[in-house]
């Protein structure tokens, strides 16, 4: 076998191990971005939200003080 057959067969077993491996990751990825979906990404909707606008209500704009 030449140094060029053998480089091309190494290298057939790169392309395909890396391509199998980007496989497996994208499949996980979109996996955990499902579940994350599913979970609202964490979202907290069950308690409601905890802003409360009386806190920043202009309630002084336009008085006047004598």
């Not at 091309?8 to 890396?18: L, Q």
């Not at 497996?24 to 964490?42: E, H, Q, R």
Request: proline share 3%; with cysteine.
């Amino acid at each position: 076998m030449t140094p060029s057959q053998a480089a091309e067969i190494e290298a057939k077993k790169t392309f395909e191990g890396f391509i199998k491996w980007v496989k497996v990751s994208f499949y996980w990825i979109m996996a955990i971005l499902v579940i994350l979906a599913w979970c609202n990404f964490g979202a907290d909707t069950e308690t409601g939200s905890q802003y409360n606008g009386e806190v920043y209500a202009p309630t002084n704009i336009g008085k006047t003080y004598d």
